[in-house]
Each structure stands twice: as C-alpha cells, then as structure tokens.
C-alpha cells in the first residue's frame, strides 16, 4: 500500500512547495515584488495538531479517527471501511520499515501495538518540518518517505500556512503563504485556459471577419472604458485591444476570467447587445440618470425605467416601449 501510495503521486509528476503572493493583499509591502518573506530569509512550519480530550493529534492524514474520516461512517460505510483500511496499511508498513514493529493491519488491537507511528506521537510527528521562503521546495515521495508524509500532512490541512492546491490558496478566506503544487494539477489548469483563451479568440476572429458591429457593440460591453470606441474608431483598434483584452493584458489579468467575460458578451443576441451598450454608455453620458428615489430615470420625457440596470434593459427590450428605446438610442448615437 505504501509502495502503491509512493507509486501514486511519482506519477503526478513534479511536486512542489511553491510561494503564493496575492497582490491584493498587503504583506508588509513585499507583494509588491512577488514574495512572500523577506529575501535571504525562510520561515520553518511545523505539523499541526490539536489537543482532543487532554490529548495531542496530529494533522497527519493517517488517523482513523481524525472528524473527516469518521463522518465517513455514516454517510458511506464502505468508503470508510475502505480508509481504514488504507490507513492501517500505511502505518504497518511504516512501523515495519522505521522500527521493524510488524502488526496485522486488521488487528483489532491494532493501534494498541503501534509504537512509532501514533497520531499523538509528537517526536515523530514534530520531527516533520519543512523550511519555506520564496523559491520553489521540490518534494520526491516516490524516494522520501518524509516527503511523503509531508504530502499527506498538507493535503488535509496540517500545514495551515500550506494549501492544499493553488485553487485552495484562493478560495480560503484565510491567507496561505505557499501551496502544494502537482504538475499534472498544473498541466490540466493550464490546458482549461488556453482551451477557452483560443475559443474567445476564434470567436473574435469570427466577430471581426462576418459581423463586426456586433464586435462593436461587444467591445463596449467587455471594456471598462467603452467611450473610446466610436462609429469612427478603425476596426483594427477594435480587434487589438479585444486580442489583448481576451490575452490577460486588459485591465483584467486573469486569461480565464478574460476570456469568458469576452464568450459571455459575443454569444449574445445582436439586440441584446446593442441594447446593454446603449444602456452604458447613457449612463456615463447622463441621457439616464439616477436619481435620490433609488430609480434609473429618462429625464426628457421624466420617465421611470427601474431601479438597476436589468430592469432598465427589460423595459427597453419590451416592443411596448420601442419608440423610448429609439430616442434613447438616437441620443447615445449622437456620441459615437
């Protein structure tokens, strides 16, 4: 089980602590640079635990008795007879390459015998360190048990300052210094993006070569600066800056996000389009205004369209109001 756990992750490809700097959020001003601690320095982490009933337990990954593996019990018995078993197997194993300890793993008096490898055994369990600062840290579990275990550690949380995966890292409310990277985590990241960066592109392409007003219309809905483009603006701007835009060289950095703000504009229906552009662009040019009542008003004619701009837009998309729709849009056309 041990060789088939070690054997496992090899096969994950290159695995690696690396430093999680998020720009947004201040660190002594060292995200400014891209780091996490200071040059020159590390900051060592120790395993987790907790103290349960007067007692020590280690994060470790391998307790059976650990809340996550126990709640198994009822929600799937043979998920969890199955976790058991895998982590008694591991342990044997460890106890009979560290300490030549043999016990059989469906020993009902298993963890009685277990001398090493306690999930409160604190010399082993402390003994588990791992040194951070701003370079990469390779792991090779394959080879180092310790590595190994280290992994596991991290993977259920017993390195608080180390999530899981890049994803954790941004998704937990609490700020991570590093994060577990697996390449193959990686590559399946990196192919998600390019598959919707080049999907946005096609679509770009397509946009500029058999419709480009509606490229217009969508360029001003995905740039937060939509004034810019006019009826006179040159095509080829147009396409540059959406090429960029979709690219992460927007005002947007992440390509994924880039991208499917494009894939959400363009898929829509030319009159959606050009409908939302309206509504925008007459805001910022105060043809619609908001006044103190909370609501979104067309003050030539004192007209209430709603109070956000979705009801705005499905009461201009109501055939019932197309002649206000039409003088809306002949006066934000009078600024294109």
């Given at each position: 089980m041990l060789e088939d756990l070690k054997e496992k992750y090899s096969k994950l490809g290159s695995i690696a602590i690396r430093p999680y700097c998020d720009r947004t959020k201040p660190n002594m001003g060292l995200e400014e640079y891209g780091f996490v601690v200071f040059p020159g320095t590390h900051q060592e982490e120790e395993m987790a635990c907790i103290t349960y009933r007067g007692k020590l337990r280690y994060l470790n990954g391998l307790d059976e008795y650990a809340p996550e593996v126990k709640s198994l019990k009822l929600e799937d018995p043979e998920a969890y007879e199955a976790r058991v078993k895998q982590i008694r197997t591991i342990i044997a194993e460890l106890e009979l390459e560290k300490t030549y300890n043999?016990?059989?793993?469906?020993?009902?008096?298993?963890?009685?015998?277990?001398?090493?490898?306690?999930?409160?055994?604190?010399?082993?369990?402390?003994?588990?360190?791992?040194?951070?600062?701003?370079?990469?840290?390779?792991?090779?579990?394959?080879?180092?048990?310790?590595?190994?275990?280290?992994?596991?550690?991290?993977?259920?949380?017993?390195?608080?300052?180390?999530?899981?995966?890049?994803?954790?890292?941004?998704?937990?409310?609490?700020?991570?210094?590093?994060?577990?990277?697996?390449?193959?985590?990686?590559?399946?990241?990196?192919?998600?993006?390019?598959?919707?960066?080049?999907?946005?592109?096609?679509?770009?392409?397509?946009?500029?070569?058999?419709?480009?007003?509606?490229?217009?219309?969508?360029?001003?809905?995905?740039?937060?600066?939509?004034?810019?483009?006019?009826?006179?603006?040159?095509?080829?701007?147009?396409?540059?800056?959406?090429?960029?835009?979709?690219?992460?060289?927007?005002?947007?950095?992440?390509?994924?996000?880039?991208?499917?703000?494009?894939?959400?504009?363009?898929?829509?229906?030319?009159?959606?389009?050009?409908?939302?552009?309206?509504?925008k662009d007459a805001l910022f040019y105060k043809i619609i205004i908001s006044k103190g009542d909370g609501m979104i008003h067309y003050p030539k004619g004192n007209i209430m369209l709603g109070k956000n701009v979705d009801e705005v837009y499905e009461k201009l998309n109501n055939p019932g109001h197309e002649d206000l729709l039409d003088q809306i849009h002949d006066s934000v056309e009078e600024t294109w």
């Open positions: 043999k016990i059989d793993p469906s020993d009902d008096d298993f963890w009685q015998k277990v001398q090493t490898f306690r999930p409160d055994n604190k010399d082993i369990w402390s003994s588990i360190k791992v040194k951070c600062n701003n370079d990469p840290i390779f792991l090779s579990p394959k080879t180092n048990t310790d590595h190994l275990l280290l992994i596991l550690s991290i993977e259920c949380g017993g390195f608080p300052l180390i999530g899981k995966s890049l994803e954790d890292c941004k998704a937990g409310s609490k700020q991570k210094k590093w994060y577990l990277d697996k390449q193959s985590d990686t590559v399946s990241v990196n192919v998600s993006i390019s598959k919707v960066k080049n999907k946005a592109l096609a679509m770009l392409d397509e946009l500029a070569e058999d419709n480009p007003r509606k490229l217009f219309y969508a360029a001003k809905l995905v740039d937060n600066n939509s004034m810019q483009y006019r009826n006179t603006t040159l095509q080829s701007v147009i396409y540059d800056n959406m090429d960029m835009f979709i690219t992460g060289q927007g005002v947007e950095p992440k390509i994924k996000t880039a991208a499917t703000r494009f894939l959400k504009f363009a898929n829509m229906s030319m009159q959606e389009l050009k409908i939302k552009a309206v509504i």
